[in-house]
């Protein structure tokens, strides 16, 4: 049960949140405030004053208290940033409620845009890794029994100093949904489980010449689409050496089979890679689009739609290259910031727990870390869903990006080869050259690093001079 402090400033931000009080306005005065909660007001004062200090909300002399611009942006010391910011499930706020009654002492935020305590996807969490708290000091003893967790979604956020910045809540590897209705049309077979590369590039010519190229695959310019085919051809961005530093590997042989692919992809679909992050791909739902390339969390998405006549299977194998795919995790983490050691340990215990694990799993949303809860939550009986219990070990998480400046400059001039016709062997060079001088500029002991940061995040002039 939460303190009567706690309940008004609930009130408050729950207002703020949901638009009752937007921003700009002003707030109630603390006599209606007190009368609508139930409480003293010389506790809604002090709620009052707390937001003030929050950055929340300013008071204004003989004036009153108003929603402060850029509310959104602050970080409150016990707030929790839930799930995937976009991705709506019917169970969330069964979800919520669960985590309410077993951490009274956060408050999940619906619209900050930062937490205390936040699940981040992948890539999210490695771009900011120095912002996020060690959490080795804190994990449960059990965390390393592998028979009880899975060991293997670890890779990629723990450091070689042992320093772990995310832990691993969910993960799944990325497959194949496939239309059955739409590969009929066009006379095709259904994929096999070890389909090949060039199978996939036969489906994909048939269906472009009946369907738009919105109606054929899900390409996008977003690197959870195009890692995986990197991945697949064995390469890879990054390398991680056992001293700490990176190794580029975007100019190797493998990583430029990659590219070459995806070039192959795009000319084939005529894409401008223009679908978008976040947005919920109902037209596959709809049955109106015939391969869909997504994790776990997608066929969540897609139970009890009413379009049912689809399958799944892995990712087509490319010659010479891997069956691995880009693992996608969402990662337990705690800011910097979080001085109450007590209250990182019993969240972490929370999400970590049986109940919590076990509600995942029942609702499919990606793989539980915990081996019990996936295990029960695994539909064995569906193909469809099995594909993710043979899959689950091939994934990668190692994009070992640790700067949202490397990986603007990584990403956009990835995506501008892909969009080339040009053999992509000398701008692959060109990037390459563009990454290391990066990487050195931001070594820990350049003085610039934290004083004068590159504006990169905000604009492309750098990576547009090299590549």
Known sequence: MKDKLSQVREFLLDGIESGRFPTGSKLPGARDIAAEVGASFLLVQHAVSSLEQDGIVECVSRRGTYVRTGWEYRRIRNHMLLLRPGILMPWQEEFRNLLAEELPEIRLARNFDEGMFELRVTLYLQEHRDEYLDLSPYLPEEIYDENRFFQFPFRGFREPDGRVFGIPFIFSPRVVFYNREMLAQCNLPEPEHDWSWESFIHALRQLRGRFNMDQVLNFNEYPYFWMNFLFRAGGKLLSRQPDGSCKVCIDSPETIRGITLLQELRRILQSTGEEKPG??????????????????????????????????????????????????????????????????????????????????????????????????????????????LEEMKTVSAEYNVDSPIISTVLHNGICRIIASDDPPEAAAKRLAAAIRIVMETLRPDCSQRAEHPLPFSNNQLFYRRWI
């Not at 069956?323 to 970590?352: S, W």
């Not at 996936?374 to 064995?380: E, Q």
């Open 279 to 388: 947005v919920p791909p109902a037209s596959f739902w709809r049955g109106t689009r015939a391969f869909q390339i997504a994790d776990r969390e997608f066929y969540s998405q897609g139970r009890n739609r009413d379009f049912d006549n689809w399958g799944a299977v892995p990712l087509p194998l490319i010659p010479g290259g891997t069956r691995l795919t880009a693992q996608a995790t969402d990662l337990i983490c705690v800011r910097k910031e979080c001085v109450d050691e007590a209250l990182i340990r019993k969240y972490l215990h929370c999400l970590l727990g049986e109940r919590v694990q076990n509600f995942i799993g029942r609702h499919r949303y990606g793989i539980p870390i915990r081996i019990s809860s996936a295990m029960a939550g695994i539909d064995r009986s569906d193909p469809r869903d099995r594909v993710f």
